[in-house]
């Protein structure tokens, strides 16, 4: 704001609905008369300006089981609004060494549950000499997350754990469907689901549009990975609030493995130099035709 004199209105502060009338004379004071102090300052019982557009936010997080354990992927982009809050977000959380968690919701809160979790788990194991098994787990964290229903609290993680013992030297590391793998869904309201495959976030309706027709129990490994990949790369394509990465996480007998990152724009230059050869095939063949 400058001084009373040069101004016709009322000066404008961002945040503000409404200000205090400017003093006309302030000459009593010599620091008053000072242009590097304000001549008029808000009301202290304005309200702040609403905001122009919703605080909305989104994620794509997915997990399926087939023959070779399972696997979980998710896309790195954190967003606030119309804002990205962080490209590189970690959204598959390690739990323990045969339970990996995926988080979508508020970010600091899925990180306090996640480090909750861990430490009973871990409790749980020093007291009884075994790991609690992922219904447990899903049980414990929906019994703690229930009592917050109603609340802001904003979590829902999908908890892909290994429940049997390591295979032996001569095992292929296969899983049967009388499971030794299981994936449990949990919501902050305490909300606990039981199934084959989960994905979570904005871009899921995308993500379940690749893994409803590509999902099915004899996948390889290098198959599973591929559509996993595919389906969380086709959901940041058209879902504004994911994107950037995508990380993928294998759980087996032998524990979790995670796989290298990879940016998502390297599947899009893919994607475009396979339709591009498409569409040259195509014309070949209308030419030779």
């Given at each position: ?161 290994w429940d049997g013992g390591e295979t032996g030297p001569g095992s292929r590391g296969e899983t049967t469907k009388n499971q030794m ?78 796989r290298n990152r990879e940016d998502l724009k390297e599947e899009y230059y893919r994607e475009k130099e396979r339709r591009k050869h ?12």
């Open positions: 704001c400058t001084r009373a004199k040069t101004l016709s209105s009322p000066c404008v502060l961002f945040g503000q609905r409404a200000l205090q009338n400017c003093s006309a004379d302030s000459s009593e004071d010599p620091f008053l008369t000072s242009s590097t102090l304000p001549t008029c300052l808000p009301f202290a019982s304005s309200q702040s300006v609403p905001l122009p557009f919703p605080m909305a936010h989104g994620t794509t997080t997915l997990a399926f089981m087939f023959q070779g354990g399972v696997l979980a992927a998710a896309d790195t982009r954190s967003s606030c609004s119309g804002l990205v809050a962080c490209p590189a977000s970690q959204k598959i959380l390690p739990i323990h060494s045969h339970l990996v968690g995926l988080t979508s919701g508020t970010s600091a809160d899925c990180a306090l549950w996640k480090r909750i979790l861990a430490r009973e788990l871990r409790l749980y194991q020093l007291r009884h000499g075994r790991r609690l098994s992922t219904s447990g787990a899903a049980k414990l964290l929906s019994h703690m997350l229930h009592p917050f229903k109603g609340t802001e609290l904003c979590v829902a993680a999908t908890l892909c754990g793998t299981d994936l449990f869904y949990v919501c902050s309201d305490g909300t606990r689901l039981r199934g084959m495959l989960f994905s979570v976030g904005s871009g899921s309706p995308y993500a379940y549009s690749i893994l409803d027709q590509g999902v099915h129990w004899g996948l390889t490994v290098d198959e599973a990975k591929s559509i996993a990949r595919e389906a969380v790369y086709r959901a940041t394509y058209r879902d504004a609030y994911s994107g950037n990465c995508v990380d993928m996480y294998h759980i087996t007998s032998k524990g979790w493995t995670r498409e569409k040259t095939e195509r014309r070949d063949v209308t030419f030779s035709d």
